[in-house]
């Protein structure tokens, strides 16, 4: 920082007492801002990382490229040839390829955007985070499954959480010796850092860590309250002005066939060669089209300017879009007279961020657009752009903007309204030139043939159904010890140790007082049950044909695959074949069952099936692990709460009885199970049988009691899917919505500790450490059995309004062992 520059974090660290310990070097990479949130209050703003902030194109990559030297000397010449690097999405995306570049390694990065044809090869949450759920798409999976030094690179690093869970995920597939952190600053303390040691221990490896510059953020107690009052006193970001919309100009690129736009699917030494060679051309069309006039069809009406091709530029890039457009920026920069002065590169984002016109703040404007890349991912649908909007100093205004972005995202939201990307970027400069690159569609590599398929497990061998109602696509592991105290599953999965899915819950004979509320829940609702039944069979009868083949995701979908088979067999005399697979998120959907499947039947007949709906995200992970095959991946469910299907029976939050329950309403079956020692890559996922429960089974009687009213309601049903097949039914994900509304409300910054639903909920009493349950104010007996299990457990109940669900559980969200008392009831940790 020169002598003339002020520190962009001044505004925060004055006002809100929030400072920076630790290297010199700090400040210079960091500045800081307030997010718009009751929960989290400051925000760590890169200076060099070309998200938030525009910056010369050549301090943004060379940044990464002196981490990426930084690593070839850590690693040596031999390693450094065989590394690869892997990169996070959005922020990291071209720091990541930036590393890549300076190590010269082949680069991939996660992505929340599926592609059709392509299987995830892994995949992870990320932890504080607005937005979650990456993919790991590579074109080729080969480039996973080197045992070469293994880079994984972000922009900063705070707790190391992320980075732990993908370096576990991956380990376990395709260890390593040797894996590399890579970021611009580490922030982590103490603990955090000993987690790091830690689990390089215990997987055998060696994690060595790389960053720019260290240090820590001192908070005041009392952050939250001082963030309040700030967002309070500074209010909404003011509207730019309004003018005439400027120029805008489409330019055709010459593209080098084949190039990929990123390192979404893979990017080799080969692809970093093709680019250099074909950026001076791309810069040089660039150029030709910020000249003043109109440059081809595609220019719009609006004011002419002849300064364009002469003063401030701007490339903005497109969320994960990133390297692509800061290397066009770079070429630009080098062919543009004085191009290095006049030439700055950043890219749009999903991050809210509060803004404040002040030279010490920074985030000086804002402008806020909607998604108009189609996301998938169910999180929120508005963008934001900083820093190009010129506020009240026209020393920072740019006279044109070149906007990057991919085909996927030249739609009509890009282009039309107001509140476009476009349209507001016409208001703030006085050239707009929109360059649309191809978006790289891969062919997935050739897979090895597989072995032949296991065979389907069938009761009364495993579990307590009959052989005809259902196909177990598992795996038996009864005689397998995989039960762990709840306490300590909570503890090893919310510190990383461990997936869920790689232990069971101890279950228990429900209690006579319990047993007694299920049968209450289900004399009450089972005429409820059978309509909503009856009504998603017939809406799949009449959109799917008569060819159905159910597949219940195993295991709370798979009583409701034997109820809608049932209904078909009563109401139109099918024989409709039902099986119960795995999905488990994080993991997807069990791809030897989907094998299974596509081998057995027409791909398109299959319709996947489940209880209920929560926040969406197995709705989500279903998409994902069926991307690019035959089959459908809409999920049919009995309720909908969560608005996220548009095959349901209801969209009313109600008790369903099995949620009660484990095993003994699931025909004896455990959760399913995916370990690497346990299971093989040509074996269904695994789950348990528990005869010894035998004694406390109701599997039956809850199908039987539901069926029995199948006749009495059947008009009912007919009617009702005349009203769904006349009504719009497209999902809008309110439920998602609610969720991270609670997430920040509450301030758990993991929304999967966020369980909505009394399905859900149900299930957090049962299985996890439960922290609190809000219930919707006035909500009946359909709450009974959670008011039961709470008392129990010591857990309060809060009734709240404006809940869309009928109640949400909480899991305790910074759970240890000390978390949890004596008595096995959680205690509440007072929050500041």
């Known amino acids: 920082m020169t002598a003339q520059q002020e520190w962009t974090g001044r505004w925060v660290a004055d006002r809100a007492g929030v400072g920076l310990t630790g290297s010199d070097r700090l400040p210079d990479l960091v500045g800081l801002a307030l997010r718009e949130n009751p929960k989290r209050a400051h925000l760590l703003v890169s200076t060099v990382l070309g998200k938030h902030v525009p910056q010369r194109p050549s301090v943004v990559h060379g940044a990464g490229l002196d981490l990426g030297r930084l690593v070839r000397e850590l690693l040596g010449e031999e390693a450094a040839a065989r590394a690869v690097v892997l990169g996070y999405a959005e922020t990291a995306t071209g720091l990541g390829h930036s590393v890549a570049d300076g190590l010269d390694a082949p680069y991939l990065h996660s992505t929340r955007r599926p592609v059709a044809g392509l299987t995830p090869v892994g995949g992870f949450e990320e932890e504080h985070s607005h937005a979650t759920s990456h993919l790991l798409l590579p074109a080729d999976p080969a480039l996973l499954a080197g045992d070469g030094p293994l880079v994984l690179v972000d922009d900063e690093f705070s707790t190391g959480n992320t980075v732990l869970n993908t370096i576990r995920e991956l380990h376990a597939r395709h260890p390593r010796a040797h894996y590399v952190v890579v970021a611009l600053v580490d922030l982590r ?131 994960e ?115 649309v690159l191809p978006s790289h569609r891969p062919v997935p590599a050739v897979r090895p043939q597989r072995s032949a398929l296991p065979t389907p497990l069938h009761g009364p061998e495993f579990s307590s159904y009959r052989a005809d109602e259902v196909s177990w696509l598992l795996k038996d592991l009864s005689d397998v010890p995989l039960e762990a105290p709840t306490e300590e599953r909570e503890e090893a999965v919310q510190n990383g140790g461990a997936h869920y899915a790689e232990s069971l819950p101890v279950e228990y004979q429900p209690s006579p007082e319990y047993q007694e509320l299920f049968h209450q829940a289900l004399r009450i609702s089972a005429r409820r049950i059978a309509l909503a039944v009856g009504t998603v069979a017939e809406t799949l009868l009449r959109e799917r044909g008569r060819g159905l083949v159910l597949a219940s995701l195993a295991r709370a979908g798979t009583p409701v695959g034997v109820l809608i088979r049932r209904w078909l067999a009563f109401a139109h005399g099918l024989d409709t074949p039902h099986y119960a697979v ?106 348990k049988h528990y005869t010894e429960l035998a ?59 966020v369980k909505p639903g009394v399905g859900e909920t149900t299930r957090v009493m049962l299985r996890r450490v439960p922290w609190r349950v809000l219930a919707r104010r006035g909500t009946g007996a359909d709450l009974d059995h959670v008011r039961l299990l709470a008392a129990q457990r010591g857990i309060p109940v809060e009734e709240v309004d404006d809940l869309p669900y009928s109640c949400v559980g909480l899991i305790h969200p910074r759970y240890s062992r000390g978390a949890t008392g004596a008595s096995g009831t959680a205690v509440l940790v007072k929050e500041s």
Not at 295 to 301: F, L
Not at 357 to 366: K, L, Q
Not at 609 to 615: E, F, N
Request: glycine share 10%; aromatic share 6%; with cysteine.
């Open 189 to 319: 303390d103490e603990s955090d850092r000993r987690r790091l040691v830690d689990t390089a221990a215990e997987l055998g490896t060696r994690l060595d860590l790389v960053a720019a510059a260290g240090g820590g953020v001192e908070l005041p107690a009392d952050i939250l309250a001082r963030a309040a009052a700030l967002i309070a006193e500074v209010g909404p970001a003011p509207e730019p002005p309004p003018a005439a919309p400027a120029p805008l100009v489409r330019v055709a690129l010459d593209w080098p066939a084949g190039l990929p736009d990123g390192g979404r699917h893979g990017f080799s030494a080969a692809h970093r060669a093709q680019l250099e060679e074909a950026l001076p051309q791309l810069a040089s069309q660039l150029a030709a089209a910020l000249e003043p006039g109109d440059t081809g069809p595609a220019a719009g009406e609006g004011r002419e300017s002849g300064a364009a091709g002469s003063g401030r530029v701007l490339v903005l890039g497109c969320e």
């Open 321 to 435: 879009l990133m390297y692509a457009p800061l290397r066009l920026a770079g070429a630009l920069a080098d062919h543009l007279p004085d191009g290095e002065e006049r030439v700055r590169y950043s890219t749009t984002t999903r991050s809210p961020v509060l803004a404040v016109d002040d030279p010490g703040y920074a985030i000086r404007t804002r402008l806020s657009f909607p998604a108009h890349d189609g996301p998938q991912d169910g999180g929120s649908r508005e963008r934001f752009v900083y820093n190009v909007a010129p506020g009240a100093d026209p020393a920072r205004r740019f006279d044109a903007v070149v906007l990057v972005v991919d085909d996927v995202a030249d739609t009509p939201e890009l282009h039309d309204g107001e509140r476009s990307l476009l349209a507001q970027l016409r208001q703030v400069t006085d050239r707009v030139v929109l360059a």
């Open 582 to 687: 795995s999905i488990i998120r994080g993991r997807g959907l069990d791809p030897v069952a989907v094998r299974y499947l596509d081998a057995h039947h027409h791909a398109p007949d299959v319709v996947f099936v489940d209880g209920w709906t929560g926040k969406g995200a197995i709705t989500r992970e279903l998409a994902e692990a069926l991307a690019g095959t035959a089959f459908d991946p809409e999920l049919a469910v009995l309720a909908d709460p969560g608005r996220c299907v548009r095959t349901y029976g209801t969209r009313d939050d109600f008790l369903i009885p099995s949620a009660c329950l484990n095993s003994t309403v699931s025909g004896l079956v455990s959760r399913t199970v995916l370990r690497t020692d346990l299971i093989g890559p040509d074996d269904f996922h695994g789950a």
């Open 695 to 753: 004694g406390g089974d109701v599997s039956g009687a809850f199908l039987d009691t539901v069926a029995d009213h199948f006749a009495e309601v059947l008009d009912e049903v007919r009617t009702a899917a005349d009203r769904l097949a006349a009504e719009d039914r497209t999902p809008d994900w309110a439920g998602w919505a609610a969720v991270e509304r609670i997430s920040a409300e509450y301030g758990i910054d993991n929304v999967n500790l």
